[in-house]
């Protein structure tokens, strides 16, 4: 095939699920955030993002410093298959634990939120500019 | 589509912080509900949340996101306080009523607090929303 698809929108569309996953659990925190002994989670954005990518991804769009450690087995390259991401899913270290062990800090939680629904953003107008010159290379207007 | 899951948990969410203010309602109208009787005094009532996982949610990995839910009510074990009011048309024969054991404060706090919590769940659900409209125009 001349043109994989894939291939052409790069990081942003393994970018794109990744952050939709980190909106899950960011929201599965807040939901919680009175439930004794709930531990909150988070997504280790880096290394989800150096796994989907793969060693092997486009040059110019790979993420550096890939460690390959872990399960390298079923982290192929591009591989985002929803248990992939499992993972790279920590437990937040919790500043001021309470006495019910709970480890939700709602400011905390709602701040991520924010910033990853604005880098969510930022990654749909990356992935529409990448569509938009596709769309002008196949009108050729 | 695995982007609705954030509706499903922000509305359990949303349900069990009603249910709490259900409950906070229910002990701040029920604060001077006197009784002559200390088995039958109104005993203040809390919910107890869980963390649902994956049940309500199956077909995503292991441990795909979660939920909350109201495992039960439970009511407060601290004992009625003794009133005596000799005049009090409910009070024993001992002249003594009984008021319920709800701390009007600390149903206040706990309605701040389920206020603000819900609060929290109906921004993550808009912008959501907000997010999965922008991915529909994607390429418009």
């Avoid at chain 1, 929803?82 to 939700?104: H, M, Q």
């Avoid at chain 2, 009090?88 to 600390?106: D, F, H, R, S």
């Avoid at chain 2, 603000?116 to 997010?131: D, G, I």
Wanted: hydrophobic content about 40%; charged content about 20%; glycine content about 8%.
């Amino acid at each position: 095939m001349i043109l994989d698809l894939d291939k052409f929108l790069g990081v942003h569309a393994n970018a794109l699920k990744l952050h939709e996953r980190r909106t899950e659990l960011l929201a599965n925190n807040l939901a919680n955030a009175d439930t004794p002994g709930f531990k909150a989670r988070d997504l280790d954005f880096r290394s989800a993002m150096a796994a989907a990518t793969g060693p092997a991804a486009n040059a110019g769009q790979q993420v550096t410093h890939y460690a390959g450690q872990g399960d390298s087995g079923n982290l192929q390259s591009g591989d985002l298959s929803p248990g992939s991401t499992e993972a790279f899913i920590k437990y937040r270290t919790p500043l001021a634990p309470s006495l019910d062990g709970n480890t939700v800090d709602a400011q905390l939680e709602q701040s991520a939120f924010a910033e990853n629904a604005v880098r969510y953003q930022a990654t749909l107008s990356l992935l529409s500019t990448q569509i938009r010159t596709l769309m002008t290379a196949i009108t050729g207007q | 589509m695995s982007s609705f899951k954030v509706f499903d948990i922000a509305g359990s969410g949303m349900a069990a912080q009603s249910v709490r203010l259900n409950t906070v309602a229910s002990n701040l109208a029920n604060a001077e509900s006197v009784s002559g009787d200390p088995k039958l005094a109104y005993r203040a009532k809390h919910p107890v949340f869980e963390a649902v996982r994956a049940n309500i949610l199956a077909g995503h990995g292991k441990d795909a996101g979660s939920a909350v839910r109201v495992k039960g009510v439970v009511e407060s074990d601290k004992a009625p306080e003794a009133r005596y009011e000799p005049g009090n048309p409910l009070a024993n024969a001992e002249g003594y009523i009984y008021a319920p054991n709800v701390n009007v404060v600390e149903e206040m706090v706990d309605m701040i607090s389920a206020s603000r919590a819900y609060q929290n769940n109906v921004e993550v659900m808009n912008t959501s929303k907000e997010l999965l409209l922008a991915t529909l125009r994607l390429g418009q």
